[in-house]
């Protein structure tokens, strides 16, 4: 039997939060090797396991996977995350590429210069209430369906579950005008293997701070 996959990214969020993710809403276990230094990054750049010298990096099923995306595809495939046929996969891609576009604004906020970050937060919270939600609240109410594509719980519905916390996290009351994702949050929340990993304690980690900023400069250097 195959053991755990084996996370390896910096102590925080980054593109590695949303593997970890569909990896807890998959019900599968994982264990994380955290990169705290340089030196830890460039060991493994080094010892050639990082195919273009970068994380997130997922040793899983005998592979040593990079690219955040290669990797998401390949989790939610192996566990049925990933639609029925290739027009639902075309669907879940692009509503999982909405959801990424919008949490890239955010994860970028925190690195920031001061002076851009009030603009830049606004034009986070124009996008979700103005491109991004109404698309989701559409897309609930023209289907009838409990989740985005299919009837089935998916990747995509992982995905949009995350973004909607990230924001609110900024704007507790951002769905105020979106009903059904209202309904969506509480519904997804409550799948079991989600519950799980929304619980004080799991593996899912917390927002940026002024400390952790710190420290991802000086492991990437910039």
Known sequence: ???????????????????RWLLAAAGVEFEEQFIETNEDLEKLRKNGQLLFQQVPMVEIDGMKMVQTRAILNYIAAKHNLYGKDLKER?????????????????????????????????LIFERATTRYF????????????DFLVGGKFS???????????????????????????????????????????????????PPFDEKYIVQIRKIFNF
């Open 1 to 19: 039997m195959a053991g755990k996959p084996k996370l390896h990214y910096v102590r925080g969020r980054g593109k590695m939060e949303s593997i």
């Open 90 to 122: 075309a669907l879940i891609d692009m509503y999982v590429e909405g959801t990424t576009d919008l949490m890239g604004m955010i994860m970028s906020l925190p690195f920031q210069p001061p002076e851009n970050k009030e603009k830049q937060t606004s």
């Open 134 to 145: 109404p698309v989701y609240e559409k897309v609930l109410k023209d289907h009838g369906q």
């Open 155 to 205: 990747w995509a519905d992982v995905h949009l579950l995350e973004a909607i916390l990230m924001v609110e996290e900024m704007k507790p009351d951002v769905l105020s005008a979106f009903p059904l994702l209202q309904a969506f949050k509480t519904r997804v929340s409550n799948i079991p293997t989600i519950k799980k990993f929304l619980q004080p304690g799991s593996q899912r980690k």
